[in-house]
């Protein structure tokens, strides 16, 4: 089966600090990741095209992953970052899309998850600024905590016309086996037609004691919510070496889908990816 991986990252510590991989836990990390790490483990795995995620929130980062982009397979796609809080947002945007690469720009991330501000994705100068991400005809990654879940789906109802894609499924808490009010929340975000959902970041959520059977209840909600047309597959590698291997995460994405159709199965590791981000 043919796979976009629409979720992973890479980092080059000597260029930026990645000022996140802080304590103890995230010490495996704190080293370079570049594509030429990434590239055996996404052929072995089918892999054939991938979308690359920013990390950090330094304009900077941006032009560096379309440079990538722009020097060919396997990156297809790019999440960049820009401030949406200031005016001329879209300028910013047609200015990236003017560089090397700039033709790979499909989407903006903003780390929610950081921000104090429960509220922060309906300020009136961050609406203005995702209006221009869809003006743009852009899409907008979710990376939220499970308590940011309603504001996220308010902000999807005020923003029919942009695309929000909810990054490692709101971060449910995994590790306790807790599902709710997570689960509510996420069906209320699905309830929004704009919105899809991304099949990643669940074995660092559940932890080393990960297992395939803890995976599936969280897999099935967001499978009953969005629907195999609304999900795709993302490895959020190299932050999923901390618990698993890549071929450990593909494999265990292919066994959690493992009841779809065929062509199910081809929307969520495939066709929904390349359809959001215009890949």
Request: aromatic letters at 6%.
């Amino acid at each position: 089966m043919r796979t976009i991986d629409a979720h992973h990252h890479v980092w080059d510590l000597s260029v930026r600090d990645q000022d996140w991989l802080t304590g103890p836990e995230h010490a495996p990390l704190r080293r370079n990741f570049g594509l030429d790490d990434l590239l055996p483990a996404a052929r072995a795995a089918g892999v054939h095209a991938t979308v690359v995620v920013q990390t950090v929130t330094v304009a900077g980062e941006t032009p560096e992953l379309l440079a990538l982009a722009a020097a060919g397979e396997p990156v297809a796609g790019v999440v960049g970052w820009t401030d949406l809080t200031v005016p001329g947002v879209g300028d910013t945007l047609a200015a990236l899309r003017e560089l090397p690469g700039g033709d790979k720009l499909v989407g903006i991330r903003h780390q929610v998850q950081g921000e104090p501000d429960v509220a922060w994705l309906l300020r009136p100068e961050v609406r203005r600024g995702l209006a221009a991400v869809a003006a743009a005809g852009l899409a907008y990654d979710l990376v939220v905590l499970p308590h940011q879940l309603p504001v996220a789906a308010a902000a999807a109802a005020q923003l029919p016309e942009l695309t929000f894609v909810l990054d490692h499924l709101g971060k449910p808490p995994i590790a306790s086996g807790t599902r709710e009010p997570w689960a509510a929340d996420l069906r209320a975000l699905a309830a929004r037609p704009n919105t899809v959902c991304k099949l990643s970041g669940m074995v660092t959520e559940a932890g080393q004691d990960w297992t395939t059977e803890g995976l599936r209840p969280y897999t099935d909600t967001v499978l009953e919510a969005f629907g195999p047309e609304r999900l795709m597959f993302g490895s959020d590698w190299p932050v999923c070496t901390l618990d698993a291997s890549y071929a450990e995460v593909v494999d265990t994405a292919h066994r959690l889908t493992a009841k779809l159709s065929p062509d199910e199965r081809r929307q969520v590791f495939e066709t929904t990816a390349a359809r959001v981000y215009g890949i």
